[in-house]
Each structure stands twice: as C-alpha cells, then as structure tokens.
C-alpha cells in the first residue's frame, strides 16, 4: 500500500512541475503567421492605414453582398460606425457617412490591367479534325 501512495504522489509531483512548465513555454512561442519583426515596424514606418480596411470582399451567387472591413462583417447597405455600405464590387467597397464618400481597394498599391486580345494565343484544332479535312 505504501508503495501505491509513493508512486501516486511521484506522479502527482511531476504533473505539477510540467503543468508549472507549460505557461513558460507558451510564452516563448512565437506566433509562425506574423511578419519577421524588421517588416511590421517598415509597414508601419511607411504609413499604415489609420482608418477603415477592406479586407475581403464576398459576393455570393444568392444572398446579400458583404464585406470585411477592419475585422467587422459589413453587409450592403448596413452600417459600419457613422457610415453606410453604399456599394460593393470585387475590388472596392464605397462607405457614405458624415465626412463624405469613402472608398476603400481590396488592393490599394496593386493597378489592374486587363489583356489586350491581340496579345492572346488561339488554340489549335485538335488533330482528328484536322486530318478529317484533308480527306
């Protein structure tokens, strides 16, 4: 019997020295989805955006168009503080609110172009229909 309690208070001693360990080694481990250091302090040096940021946008096939906006699920028309969702498309959402129009890009330094049709290939028959011609 006496060894049953020394073993179940060896296990109960060591349970408590890991259980004292774990809020230490959550604390030294880093969150991997984060920038390096040196990149968030350069993206806030160069002026990170102070007001509101598109971050998506959802346009389903049924059902209301939405955005997220600072972390906050926006439908059309609703509001997003003093604002209102006027507008939505796949790469802007425009808010109106007492300062005015708003619009917010999804991707503000990118500048979409689209591709000239002379620039684009055709491509060939496949060759069964080609040789069903020479015959």
């Known amino acids: 019997m006496a060894d049953r309690l020394k073993r179940a ?3 109960l001693f060591a349970l408590a020295a890991l259980a004292a360990l774990i809020p230490v080694a959550r604390a030294q481990i880093a969150d991997p989805t984060r ?3 040196g990149v968030a302090e350069a993206a806030g040096e160069a002026g990170a955006a102070t007001g509101p ?3 998506s946008v ?3 096939k049924r059902g209301k168009p939405l955005a997220i906006i600072s972390g906050q699920q926006v439908g059309l028309g609703e509001r997003y503080g003093e604002s209102r969702l006027v507008k ?3 790469r802007e959402a425009v808010l109106d609110g007492p300062s005015g129009v708003e619009r917010l890009q999804l991707t503000p330094d990118v500048e979409k172009t689209n591709i000239a049709a002379k620039n684009v290939m055709k491509t060939p028959a496949p060759r069964a229909a080609r040789s069903e011609g020479k015959q």
Do not use: F, K, M, R
């Open 9 to 11: 208070l060896a296990a």
């Open 35 to 37: 920038p390096p250091s």
């Open 53 to 55: 940021v598109l971050q």
């Open 58 to 60: 959802l346009i389903p």
């Open 88 to 90: 939505l498309s796949e």
